[in-house]
């Protein structure tokens, strides 16, 4: 599962956008996970990149790791003919787009997307996260990393001794 969550800087520097859609000034991370919501891999960039041409980062980082991976759930940010040419030029990839029914009204769990979604709960129970005080995206996604490792997040819930 494959998404992007945009989040605020500071004034420590680094590369900095502007998310039109959440009008937020900083960096997007863009995170993909296992389907139990285990972090898989992580890209972090200024927040003025649509989540579509994010994603191909996100997978070409993850593609030695796991080569067997095919299918990529989404929401409909990454819909589009112009992602699908981009993906089998690094990949044998399927994007397979999850979207809400128009029918549906209030709250409506999704399937397969909210498993990504309560992996951005987690990491936002971190103060060092709720904000991105890094100089570097390097160091910031190096955080991602650590906060995961650190909580347990991979493991069940189970902190590390």
């Keep these: 599962v494959i998404d992007s969550q945009?989040?605020?800087?500071t004034e420590a520097g680094g590369p900095r956008g502007f998310d039109a859609g959440k009008k937020i000034k900083g960096r997007k991370r863009h995170i993909i996970?296992?389907?139990i919501g285990h972090l898989v891999g992580a890209v972090v960039h200024h927040a003025g990149i649509q989540d579509r041409d994010g994603a191909p980062d996100v997978l070409r980082s993850v593609k030695s790791l796991y080569p067997w991976l095919r299918p990529v759930f989404?929401?409909?940010?990454y819909a589009g003919p112009k992602?699908?040419?981009r993906l089998t030029k690094i990949g044998k990839w399927t994007?397979?787009?999850?979207?809400?029914?128009?029918a549906a009204s209030g709250f409506v769990l999704l399937p397969r997307r909210w498993v990504i979604e309560?992996?951005?709960a987690w990491?936002?129970?971190?103060r060092r996260l709720a904000k991105d005080f890094e100089a570097t995206v390097t160091s910031a996604t190096a955080w991602l990393?650590?906060?995961v490792w650190q909580h347990g997040y991979n493991t069940g819930g189970r902190t590390r001794n």
């Design 95 to 102: 994007i397979q787009i999850v979207k809400r029914s128009d």
């Design 118 to 120: 309560r992996t951005f």
């Design 123 to 126: 990491l936002s129970r971190c």
């Design 6 to 9: 945009s989040v605020k800087t």
């Design 33 to 35: 996970t296992d389907t």
């Design 83 to 85: 992602l699908k040419g």
């Design 74 to 77: 989404a929401d409909g940010g």
């Design 145 to 147: 990393f650590l906060v």
